[in-house]
């Protein structure tokens, strides 16, 4: 992006900006997602038959908690449970919610199918 053009207000603040017209259009095509209010994100979700979530979930994940143990609580799921559905060991699951161990994409795959979620969402 170029350096934008200043333009202030009588008191000396900025009061407007003056982009190039490339750098305008930019932004509200290809970063249009990136500018979009909570409200607007939460719309889309629910038109996409997105899955929403209790804030709870979502100041976990925020704090920095794994998110497969958070998922799973969620869920109502036991590590037993979970590893289960997922075919990989309880200690194994264990490992990976608490960050001793990564988890091959196979077991983030099977982990993600069986919370009913994305790998991404996961990782």
């Known amino acids: 992006m170029n350096k934008p053009q200043v333009i202030l207000d009588d008191t000396g603040q900025p009061a407007f900006v003056v982009i190039p017209w490339r750098d305008y259009e930019r932004l509200t095509s290809e970063d249009a997602e990136a500018i ?69 994409a196979k077991t983030l795959a099977a982990l993600a199918k069986a919370l009913q979620m994305t790998v991404d969402d996961l990782i």
């Open 36 to 104: 979009l209010s909570d409200e607007e994100h939460y719309d889309r979700a629910i038109a996409d038959n997105g899955e929403s979530f209790p804030i709870e979930v979502v100041d976990q994940l925020l704090a920095g908690q794994n998110p497969i143990s958070v998922y799973r609580n969620y869920r109502g799921l036991t590590q037993n449970a979970l590893a289960a559905a997922a075919n990989i060991n309880t200690v194994y699951l264990s490992q990976i919610e608490t960050g001793k161990r990564t988890g091959s």
